[in-house]
């Protein structure tokens, strides 16, 4: 049976309120922007030409509502998201510095996303899907941790490709300990993994990047990127590891690299029709290389789904 779907994501979605202005009175204003990093790797793909769709919780309000419509107009397949009359939808309120890196500050106590049972998790989808992608915010609470695992072996019965990215924030975990469980918890299952490099030690008790990457490797990851900012990414694979260097460009807000940069890895992944054990050391390369051109210009515009750039846009950066 051929996969309807080349990549679903599972996990957080949510509503950035980024930091744009000041009103007359002198007072910040923040704006409306869908994201949550699994909802934005599944918006990348679908803009890119593949088949994604998403499994999550939202509540049933003008946010959720938004973020549904959002999803649908990239093309996004939404049957799998869950709208909730008793839980309100996540938000995230984002400050941007003048070199446009950012820090969050989350109304999450709970929010929906955290909620997504596992009895509401889509099998039909997941039994139908090629790459099954997540994040580690679906791990910090329950019933969203169990959900996590359910969708994974599922996904697994069907012989899916296992994505992960850890995507740390510190302020939505209890503790440093149980995010180092919990976020390794994803490891022995993981088929591809992308990680930046202040989540290296979290995730191995190693800092350089090359040294954590070379771990994973040994745990059983056919392939490891982590993701190095303006000095590009390494990849790592069991033939040994290579750096792709970053595309230079203007910084406006970098919310959302990272996603695009996987979303674009996942879109070549897919493409390929490799296996994760099938993955050289030069393809993963390509694959990294074409998901730099992605991440830079998403840096180059506010916001993270309406930054991500269609395919006419990455080859016309590669050409």
Known sequence: ????????????????????????????????????????????????????????????DMHGIFLAKTLENIGVDTRGMVMADD????????????????????ARKPGADTMLHPSEVST?????TRILHVGSLSLTDEPARSA??????????????????PNYRDSLWTSR?????????????????????????LLTDIQKPQDAA??????????????????????????GMSRVPA????????????DSFWGAFLYCMADSALKPHELTLSKASAFAHFANAAASICISRRGAIPALPSLEEIVKILN
């Open 1 to 60: 049976m051929t996969n309807k779907f080349d990549v679903t994501t599972l996990g957080e979605i949510l509503i950035d309120f980024t930091e744009s202005d000041k009103s007359d009175a002198g007072m910040r204003l923040f704006e409306q922007n869908p994201g949550g990093a699994v909802a934005n790797v599944a918006c990348q793909v679908a803009r890119l030409g593949k088949k994604s769709a998403f499994i999550g919780k939202t509540g049933n």
């Open 177 to 201: 300990e149980t995010a180092i469980e919990q976020m390794r918890s994803i490891l022995p299952l993981a088929d591809i993994i992308k990680i930046s490099d202040e989540e290296t030690e």
């Open 87 to 106: 839980v309100f939808t996540t938000l995230a309120f984002v400050s941007i510095s003048s070199d446009g890196e950012r820090s969050f500050s989350f």
């Open 214 to 239: 070379a771990k994973l490797i040994d745990m059983g990851v056919s392939c490891v990127v982590v993701t190095l900012g303006k000095e590009g990414a390494l990849v790592c694979t069991k033939e």
């Open 124 to 128: 039909e989808i997941l039994h139908n």
């Open 148 to 165: 996590t695992h359910y969708a994974i072996n599922e996904a697994k019965k069907m012989d899916a490709i296992i994505s992960y990215d």
């Open 247 to 258: 595309f230079e460009g203007r910084v406006v807000d970098t919310t959302g690299a990272g």
